[in-house]
């Protein structure tokens, strides 16, 4: 007889089946209208796994007696809404679900104890890997991504020195080090698809309310590119260049409102949890000071998307444990 499911076990699948029925809607939309073969290719890989996944989940919470969540179904899409975003658009979403999925199940994985449940996770970030190496490959190929900034080998092993290393918000900043680097340049590229995603999605939405969410959304986006940009430019290294613009002149919605909502608020969660690496990884005071004010920033932009969700009645409420209190009280 297997061991019974865990709070985290039943989380993780929970989360999982939420996070994979978004991604099998909007993939299913992609491959609808894309026309690249090999961008469809890498589409369709997507799309297996999210249906694999979706199936085992559903099998295990049957055979434990839990209910399935709804998640996200066709009636979220409407394949006979013109393309709103060119091929390549497509292909970039799937090299950052790949990115986003392998930080999720890598978090989700830790706290699995069954050995059915660890075979299935380590699948899924096993698949993560292979379909973010796959789509970067493509990307490359085509010549629409773009490398993070080069620098000199160093030439030696060096030690901080001084306590001066740190400083930044005032007197004379050091240059910014790898790590660094690496984090912004993650920092831009994840906010140039939110751009790109908000400038789509702004020509489609109809209602006032989602509308003001998402213009939000892409100014925070847009602040961030810029300040970043700019750090990288006063270090004598060339900006990250904003790839070509891939969205199509369409003013039909291919997705529900709920679907939309629901993507940002998975989009603004990842961010928090990058942002705050960052900030972890940030020993420059100028750059931890701005990475904290981001974070406040969408701490506040996501409370106000979540206060959209429930007020329509669009968020599944996560399994959660029994009032104790309740309970005895009743008898």
Not at 69 to 86: C, H, R, S
Not at 234 to 239: F, H, N, Q, R, S
Request: charged letters at 25%; a negative charge; one cysteine or more.
């Amino acid at each position: 007889m297997e061991t019974r499911l865990t709070s985290s076990e039943i989380g993780g699948l929970w989360a999982s089946y939420m996070n994979n029925s978004m991604e099998w809607c909007l993939i299913t939309y992609f491959i609808h209208h894309v026309k690249d073969p090999e961008i469809k290719l890498v589409l369709e890989h997507a799309l297996a796994n999210s249906t694999d996944r979706m199936n085992f989940i559903k099998t295990i919470f049957t055979n434990e007696g839990i209910p399935t969540p709804i998640g996200f179904t066709e009636k979220d899409i409407n394949l006979e809404a013109p393309p709103l975003f060119y091929d390549p658009f497509a292909l970039t979403f799937v090299y950052s679900i790949g990115k986003m999925d392998l930080i999720l199940y890598s978090f989700i994985i830790t706290n699995i104890c069954r050995l059915d449940l660890q075979d299935f996770f380590s699948k899924i970030i096993y698949q993560s890997t292979d379909l973010y190496k796959e789509s970067l490959t493509l990307m490359l190929s085509k010549g629409i991504h773009d490398r993070p900034p080069m620098i000199p080998y160093p030439k030696e092993v060096q030690f901080i020195e001084k306590t001066s290393y740190i400083k930044g918000l005032f007197g004379k900043k050091r240059n910014l080090n790898v790590l660094e680097l690496a984090e912004i340049f993650s920092n831009i590229e994840r906010n140039y698809f939110a751009v790109l995603l908000c400038t789509g999605l702004l020509q489609v939405v109809k209602d006032e309310e989602i509308k003001a969410y998402l213009q939000n959304g892409k100014e925070i986006s847009e602040k961030q590119i810029n300040l970043f940009n700019e750090m990288l430019m006063k270090e004598d290294l060339l900006g990250t260049v904003p790839i070509n613009m891939e969205v199509t002149d369409s003013t039909v919605s291919p997705f529900s409102d709920k679907l939309v909502m629901s993507l940002f608020h998975t989009l603004n969660s990842i961010d928090i949890t990058l942002i705050g690496h960052a900030l972890s990884l940030s020993l420059r005071t100028d750059l931890a000071a701005e990475y904290s004010k981001f974070i406040a920033e969408i701490l506040l932009y996501s409370k106000t998307g979540f206060n959209i969700l429930v007020d329509r009645e669009w968020m599944e409420m996560p399994p959660e444990s029994p009032d104790r209190k309740k309970l005895e009280r009743s008898k």
